[in-house]
């Protein structure tokens, strides 16, 4: 009997210590319906009870997957689908009674975050009311982020601060710092995608404010070469050291798609770049304490089959701020070739297996250390960055070219690959892109990553031979602020904006 006793309370001290090392997430790449704010509602309860019928203890929603971006450029259509949100410990499914169209999103997801027993973000438009003495219509319009504990209580909320291309929406004078602590032992800090690039809030969450896990909604607009959606979602994890979830808009005809859960130390655990529209549910488990558990399994629910051509449309950055210096096609060598802009220097080593004896050998060590634009100058960055891109040609404007330009090939193998510089920054990401697949490369398995802040010298390389491989470098945005005298507003880069 003691025995049995003995072996009864081993079991629940393992299934305990189980439940303490990790947490299962739920993150949607969500197909939003134009003009149907209910349905797309009803879409949501049906997905978070898919998400905890898969045993998901939170689940994260898209940016404007209520609304669709539309409403990001009409103030009109922002003051109908608004929502008046609460304060902080209100429970929106046990406190509203009245079932108006600018509280039912929040009663609704608060009654699917309770009855399914559930942490529930997403993304929706909120309406203040302010009077004619702030506005002419009279509200602050906010893309806001929203937490639900598994109560159904509101625990978090969060307006964006870092606004791209959304003319109808106001901004706030501070910054938010939405913060909150799970049931399983998470820390989770929200911001809403074009924040990822900016130190504030996004990476005050991490530093200043304790956050060891992310909740991302995002309307991404991938671009070459650093930001398709999957990369820059895993480049800012590991660089972070923090588990990320990151939910995406889908619509890929005019360039949305992007969604994936993360580990800080493993980097992805399960991801998608979908190629056609439809709504995905991916539910991964994730580790609490990522420096001492492995990479975990991979679930998805698919909404749609994948179609038989790749078909996401991308955008390209400008690159006319940066230098590079061109990779000799040697085979069998090892060789090494060093390039510096200003007070960087990067140094890139490295041995070809095979090259593609059909294509051209363009791969370049493309560098900055210095200001970079966005939006035709409206959003202003630093950038340090040492990368090896396989380019269109020898211009290195070339190196964000589109993908059916570009020199990458399955024949062309590096055996050996390694980038490293001295970055003045310890908030360096590890940026990789393989293609067509816009896949991402997974530290440890693929590469190693070490910064050596003593020496000033920071490096990753490959522990295998990769082909296909398009970006493959150390990255670091907006590590620094700049300061007035140093940016030029005189012929700024007149680009579309990339991103939301």
Not at 228 to 254: D, E, I, K, M, R
Not at 258 to 277: C, D, R, T
């Amino acid at each position: 009997m003691k025995q049995q006793l003995f072996l009864v309370f081993f079991a629940l001290a393992i299934r305990h210590s189980q439940a303490q090392s990790s947490y299962v997430a739920a993150v949607v790449e969500f197909y939003s319906l134009g003009g149907t704010f209910r349905q797309n509602i009803g879409k949501y309860e049906d997905l978070i009870a898919d998400a905890k019928s898969q045993a998901a203890e939170i689940i994260v929603f898209p940016e404007y997957g209520l609304t669709t971006t539309a409403v990001s450029q009409s103030r009109s259509l922002c003051i109908n689908v608004g929502q008046e949100v609460p304060a902080l410990d209100s429970n929106p499914c046990l406190d509203f009674n009245n079932d108006t169209i600018n509280t039912e999103a929040l009663k609704r997801l608060s009654c699917a975050a309770r009855n399914n027993s559930i942490y529930v973000v997403a993304n929706l438009i909120e309406r203040q009311f302010c009077g004619p003495q702030c506005a002419q219509d009279n509200y602050l319009i906010y893309n806001s982020n929203v937490a639900f504990d598994a109560n159904g209580t509101l625990v978090a909320r969060y307006r964006k601060f870092n606004l791209y291309g959304e003319p109808a929406l106001n901004t706030t004078a501070e910054t938010d710092i939405a913060v909150f602590t799970t049931s399983f032992g998470a820390t989770f800090g929200t911001f809403t995608c074009m924040d990822l690039l900016f130190y504030n809030p996004s990476v005050r969450l991490v530093r200043e404010f304790g956050a060891t896990d992310i909740a991302f909604p995002t309307a991404w607009f991938s671009e070459l070469p650093y930001l398709t959606a999957v990369q820059g979602q895993s480049a800012w994890a590991l660089g972070l050291g923090v588990n990320f979830l990151g939910s995406g808009y889908n619509h890929p005809a005019v360039g949305n798609s992007g969604s994936g859960i993360y580990s800080g130390e493993k980097g992805e655990i399960v991801s998608l770049m979908a190629q056609q529209s439809g709504t995905t549910l991916l539910v991964a488990t994730v580790p609490l304490n990522t420096r001492r558990q492995s990479r975990q399994s991979r679930r998805a629910k698919r909404g749609a089959a994948p179609p038989a051509a790749f078909d996401l449309l991308l955008k390209n950055d400008n690159l006319r701020d940066y230098t590079s210096a061109a990779l000799s096609a040697e085979i069998g060598a090892n060789l090494t070739l060093t390039h510096c802009q200003a007070d960087l220097c990067c140094t890139v080593d490295y041995e070809l297996e095979s090259v593609d004896a059909a294509g051209e050998f363009n791969y370049r060590l493309v560098v900055i250390d210095g200001i970079v634009t966005h939006d035709g100058g409206h959003y202003v960055n630093r950038e340090q960055v040492c990368s090896v891109i396989a380019c269109a040609g020898a211009n290195t404007t070339s190196c964000s070219d589109d993908l059916e330009f570009s020199t990458y090939s399955a024949s062309t193998v590096f055996k050996s690959l390694s980038v490293s510089g001295n970055f003045s920054t310890d908030l360096l990401q590890p940026n990789t892109l393989l293609v067509p697949s816009l896949a991402v490369l997974r530290p440890t398995e693929d590469y190693n990553f070490e910064t050596n802040s003593a020496a000033s010298v920071s490096q990753m390389g490959l522990t295998k031979s990769i082909s296909n491989l398009h970006t493959f470098g150390l990255f670091a945005h907006d590590f620094e602020p700049p300061t007035a005298s140093e940016v030029n507003t005189e012929g700024l880069n007149q680009e579309a904006p990339a991103l939301l």
